[in-house]
């Protein structure tokens, strides 16, 4: 089911404190200057199946499945806004033994701008995550990034990207699973809606929507990766 870090990617934003800086999530304070907290939504999509259902999630609002029109390789699961360039992806991949810590987190990173073609990554923080808040409890380590990057979609000039990374890391099932939350920084974006519907009705996903992707992420069906 799992894919080489290189294989089958997709790539996505720092007020400060807002949503996280409280928060006991992290093991300190982490900071974002380009997400600011727009206050109460509509209702999220709780327990949202993934992978067949052998995962589940809470998606924030105004969610759309890429899938339903446009392929997805097996390995990944896509969101978009429905009204602004906002995306996520939950993404399963092979276990990178050969880094640890701090180090997967920022390997994942490139691995990121090298399939996207950026030239230009900028890290701007990373820590560790809390375990104990985490849903996804065969967990053993796991970390948070923050990073720009420039890169560029199909017929599209190349826009800076703000992408925040939680690595989820699976051993057990030689796996590592990445979760990307990404966007174009302020002055990179086109008008509300475009590809979409109109994001009148539908508020820019902020950092509560995030820490909630991480928190409630939850292995279902541990089959997914076969016998052990």
């Not at 969101?79 to 993404?91: A, D, K, N, W």
Request: glycine share 10%.
């Amino acid at each position: 089911m799992t894919k080489d870090a290189g294989g089958g990617r997709g790539a996505g934003v720092e007020e400060e404190g807002q949503g996280w800086g409280n928060a006991s999530l992290f093991h300190k304070p982490f900071l974002f200057s380009h997400f600011p907290y727009t206050g109460p939504s509509m209702e999220p999509k709780r327990n949202h199946p993934l992978f067949g259902g052998a995962f589940s999630i809470t998606l924030p609002p105004g969610a759309l499945d890429v899938s339903d029109f446009r392929p997805v390789p097996d390995n990944q699961e896509v969101f978009c806004h429905r009204g602004t360039e906002q995306s996520l992806i939950v993404e399963l991949l092979e276990l990178q033994a050969h880094v640890q810590g701090e180090a997967a987190a920022r390997y994942h990173f490139e691995a990121l701008g090298g399939v996207q073609g950026s030239g230009d990554e900028q890290v701007e923080a990373v820590q560790p995550l809390s375990l104990q808040n985490l849903s996804l409890r065969a967990c053993r380590d796991a970390w948070v990034l923050c990073g720009r990057q420039r890169m560029a979609k199909e017929n599209e000039n190349e826009k800076d990207v703000m992408l925040h990374l939680a690595l989820f890391r699976l051993p057990q099932y030689g796996t590592d699973l990445l979760l990307t939350f990404n966007e174009p920084t302020p002055g990179n974006t086109t008008r509300p809606g475009h590809g979409h519907e109109s994001g009148q009705n539908h508020p820019p996903w902020t950092m509560v929507d995030f820490e909630r992707l991480v928190t409630t992420l939850t292995l279902v069906d541990p089959s997914i990766f076969g016998p052990r």
